[in-house]
C-alpha cells in the first residue's frame, strides 16, 4: 500500500445512523471523478483527415491532470468541480483514461470493489462516441453502458453513496458530413428503447448531440496521410450542449438537488442549441434515468 492509500483508507464500511437516515447524501470522504476519454470516433474519414474533438490542456498546477491535454468536455467538468472543492475544502480525486479498452474499464472499476471506501461519491465522465444502439465507442470496439452498471453494483464499498454518470457519446449520424464521410446534418429525436437503472443511488445523464455543433466556426483538428497534425485555430474551444448546460444550470440552482435540476439542464441545452440554430425543432434532448434514493447538492455543499 502506498502512502496516499495509506493516508486515505478508511476501511470501515459503516454508516453513522444520522447519515443514514439524512434527506440528503452526507459526504465525508472527497468524490472520485473518473474520466473516459476517447477523442477519435472509429470510422472512416475524408481524404486522409480526421475528425478529433476539441481539446484544452489543465492549467490547475494542483490537480493530479495538471498539464495533460484533454477533451474540452474533460477539462471544463474537471475545472468546475475543482471550483467547488475550493468552497468545501475536499478536493476530488481525478482519475484519467485514454483510448479505453474493455479490459481497461473493468480493471479500474474493479478496482473500487476494494478501495470505494475510500470515496464518498462517485461520477463517472464518459466522453467518446455513439455506436448501434446506445453503445459507446471504446479504442477495440464498443460497450453498452449497462456495462458500467453491472459492473460496480454489487460493491458494497459504494453502497449508499452517490454515483453520477455523465454521458457526451457523440451520434456520428450528426457530424457533419464535411468532416466526415457519413451522416446527415438533419438532427431529429432519436427513440431508443434503454433499460432503466434498477439499483440504488444512481443517476445518469446521456447526451448525444455532437461536440462539434457548437465548434462549427473552429476547424476541426487534422491529421494528414502521413500523420502530421494541422494546428487548430486561436479561438477557444467550447465544450459540449450538455456540459455548458450541467455547469450553467447547478451554479445558478447551486441548493438544489441534482434530480431537481435535470428538467433545468435538459431546457438550458434546448436553449444552447436554438440559439446556434433557431431553424430545428426536434433536438435528441439527454436522457436522464435516477435511483437517488436522496437528495445530492452536487453544486451548493457537497461535504460536512
Given at each position: 500500500?502506498?502512502?496516499?492509500?495509506d493516508?486515505?483508507?478508511?476501511?470501515?464500511?459503516?454508516i453513522?445512523?444520522?447519515?443514514?437516515?439524512?434527506?440528503?447524501?452526507?459526504?465525508?470522504?472527497?468524490?472520485?471523478?473518473?474520466?473516459?476519454?476517447?477523442?477519435v470516433?472509429?470510422?472512416?474519414?475524408?481524404k486522409?483527415?480526421?475528425?478529433?474533438?476539441?481539446t484544452?490542456?489543465?492549467?490547475?498546477?494542483?490537480?493530479t491532470?495538471?498539464?495533460?491535454e484533454?477533451d474540452?468536455?474533460?477539462?471544463?467538468?474537471?475545472?468546475?468541480?475543482?471550483g467547488?472543492?475550493?468552497?468545501?475544502k475536499?478536493k476530488?480525486?481525478?482519475?484519467?483514461?485514454?483510448?479505453?479498452?474493455?479490459?481497461?474499464?473493468d480493471?479500474?472499476?474493479?478496482?473500487?470493489?476494494?478501495?470505494?471506501?475510500?470515496y464518498g461519491?462517485?461520477i463517472?465522465?464518459?466522453?467518446?462516441y455513439?455506436?448501434?444502439?446506445?453503445?459507446?465507442?471504446?479504442?477495440?470496439g464498443?460497450?453498452?453502458?449497462?456495462?458500467?452498471?453491472?459492473?460496480?453494483?454489487?460493491?458494497?464499498?459504494?453502497?449508499?453513496?452517490?454515483?453520477?454518470?455523465?454521458?457526451?457519446?457523440?451520434?456520428?449520424?450528426?457530424?457533419?458530413t464535411?468532416s466526415?464521410?457519413?451522416g446527415?446534418?438533419?438532427?431529429?429525436?432519436?427513440?431508443?428503447?434503454?433499460?432503466?437503472?434498477?439499483?440504488?443511488d444512481?443517476i445518469?445523464?446521456f447526451?448525444?448531440?455532437?461536440?462539434?455543433?457548437?465548434?462549427?466556426?473552429?476547424?476541426?483538428?487534422?491529421?494528414?496521410?502521413?500523420?502530421?497534425?494541422v494546428?487548430?485555430?486561436?479561438e477557444?474551444?467550447?465544450?459540449?450542449?450538455?456540459i455548458?448546460?450541467?455547469?450553467?444550470v447547478?451554479?445558478?440552482?447551486a441548493?438544489?438537488?441534482l434530480?431537481?435540476?435535470?428538467?433545468?439542464i435538459?431546457?438550458?441545452?434546448?436553449?444552447l442549441?436554438?440559439?446556434?440554430?433557431?431553424t430545428?425543432?426536434?433536438i435528441?434532448?439527454?436522457?436522464?434515468?435516477?435511483?437517488?434514493?436522496?437528495?445530492?447538492?452536487?453544486?451548493?455543499?457537497?461535504h460536512?
Open positions: 500500500m502506498d502512502k496516499e492509500d493516508i486515505l483508507a478508511d476501511h470501515s464500511q459503516a453513522p445512523e444520522e447519515d443514514f437516515k439524512s434527506d440528503t447524501y452526507v459526504l465525508r470522504k472527497p468524490c472520485l471523478v473518473m474520466f473516459f476519454s476517447r477523442t470516433p472509429n470510422m472512416q474519414y475524408e486522409g483527415k480526421r475528425y478529433e474533438k476539441k484544452i490542456t489543465i492549467e490547475d498546477g494542483s490537480s491532470l495538471a498539464n495533460e484533454v474540452v468536455d474533460i477539462g471544463t467538468i474537471h475545472d468546475f468541480l475543482s467547488i472543492s475550493r468552497q468545501t475536499m476530488p480525486v481525478f482519475k484519467l483514461i485514454r483510448n479505453p479498452t474493455l479490459e481497461n474499464i480493471d479500474k472499476l474493479g478496482e473500487l470493489k476494494d478501495k470505494g471506501h475510500k461519491s462517485f463517472f465522465v464518459i466522453c467518446s455513439l455506436d448501434k444502439g446506445d453503445e459507446i465507442e471504446i479504442y477495440n464498443s460497450v453498452s453502458i449497462d456495462h458500467f452498471f453491472d459492473k460496480i453494483k454489487s460493491f458494497e464499498s459504494m453502497a449508499a453513496k452517490p454515483k453520477l454518470f455523465l454521458i457526451q457519446a457523440d451520434d456520428k449520424k450528426l457530424i457533419p464535411a466526415i464521410t457519413k446527415s446534418t438533419t438532427f431529429v429525436t432519436n427513440v431508443v428503447t434503454k433499460k432503466i437503472p434498477t439499483d440504488a444512481k445518469v445523464i447526451s448525444t448531440i455532437p461536440q462539434v455543433v457548437v465548434n462549427r466556426q473552429l476547424p476541426a483538428k487534422q491529421h494528414t496521410e502521413s500523420g502530421q497534425s494546428s487548430q485555430s486561436s477557444e474551444p467550447k465544450s459540449s450542449l450538455l455548458q448546460a450541467f455547469i450553467d447547478l451554479r445558478t440552482n441548493n438544489m438537488d434530480l431537481s435540476n435535470t428538467p433545468f435538459n431546457g438550458k441545452v434546448v436553449e442549441f436554438r440559439e446556434l440554430d433557431p430545428k425543432v426536434d435528441p434532448v439527454p436522457l436522464v434515468t435516477s435511483t437517488l434514493t436522496k437528495q445530492w447538492l452536487l453544486g451548493g455543499s457537497l460536512v
